[in-house]
């Protein structure tokens, strides 16, 4: 990512974009060693490095808040020992650190939020909040009514009784169904799980919304940086200011 230079010295904190154009043309400001006295020049965040009267910068970290479609196949993760591609490869052009906002598994796809703001990523996945996440599930058979309501309700799984849930039956195949399921915890598998506590396999997951987020028309493999509405509407439901 690129940035002007004034812009950035700015955002270090060094004063006013006035006064760093001033700074600027005195030649007391280096980028990557070397006095530069051009008011346009524009500098890679990822790699200059920029003085003021030889004294280095660390600008305050910006936060960004990212929704990316994840497919099938990645990691969720910033790295992986064996090697495998992770949901940070897919951030081609993001020069600042970010992490994910809670895990899809390897072999779902869909709305995964990365962000370097660690408060709303903690409140987000924590159950107290209650944040809604929505996904598609198509699972091999057709589940009963009867079967379904003990997923609506809540249901016993390793690691206790899952919260009650939305589950709405969008369409089914010869073989398969298609479910909406809705729930506002974060277990580890715990779509899969829950279906396979009532006997059915899925076979294919995606996450299609958080809170009022939703995929829109973002390809699968794609990122796009969330609205200033959109990050404020994720503040107001954890109840972050
Ligand atoms: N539930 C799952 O089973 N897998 C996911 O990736 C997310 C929710």
Do not use: W
């Not at 200059?48 to 808040?65: C, G, I, M, S």
């Not at 996945?125 to 699972?139: Q, S």
Request: charged share 35%; hydrophobic share 35%.
């Amino acid at each position: 990512m690129e940035e002007r230079l004034q812009k950035f010295m700015a955002r270090a904190g060094v004063g006013s974009r006035r006064h760093c154009e001033e700074l600027i043309k005195e030649g007391r400001v280096k980028v990557n060693g070397k006095i530069v006295t051009e008011l346009g020049t524009k500098i890679d965040l990822s790699k200059d490095t920029v003085e003021v009267d030889d004294k280095p910068l660390r600008p305050r970290e910006e936060r960004l808040y990212i929704a990316l479609n994840k497919p099938a196949g990645f990691i969720t993760s910033v790295t992986d020992k064996y090697g495998r591609p992770t949901v940070i490869d897919l951030l081609g052009g993001v020069s600042y650190r970010v992490f994910p906002v809670g895990r899809l598994d390897f072999d779902t796809e869909g709305l995964l939020l990365l962000t370097n703001d660690g408060e709303l990523a903690f409140r987000l996945t924590h159950p107290r909040y209650k944040v809604k996440k929505e996904y598609i599930a198509e699972v091999e058979g057709h589940p009963s009514d009867r079967e379904l309501v003990n997923l609506r309700k809540g249901i016993m799984l390793e690691d206790g009784m899952t919260a009650p849930a939305k589950i709405k039956v969008l369409r089914q195949t010869r073989s398969s169904a298609v479910i909406d399921v809705t729930i506002h915890e974060e277990r580890k598998r715990q779509v899969r799980r829950m279906f396979q506590a009532i006997g059915y396999r899925v076979i294919t997951l995606k996450r299609v919304a958080i809170d009022g987020l939703d995929l829109e028309d973002l390809p699968v493999g794609n990122f796009r940086h969330l609205t200033n509405k959109e990050v404020d509407m994720l503040y107001k439901s954890v109840r972050l200011r």
